[in-house]
């Protein structure tokens, strides 16, 4: 879970949710 960088190439505040 990456706050910062977007994993899944989605926005990077959305991957700390997932």
Do not use: F, I, R, Y
């Not at 879970?1 to 997932?18: F, I, R």
């Amino acid at each position: 879970m990456d706050a910062e960088l977007p994993t899944s190439g989605k926005h990077p505040k959305l991957n700390v949710l997932l």
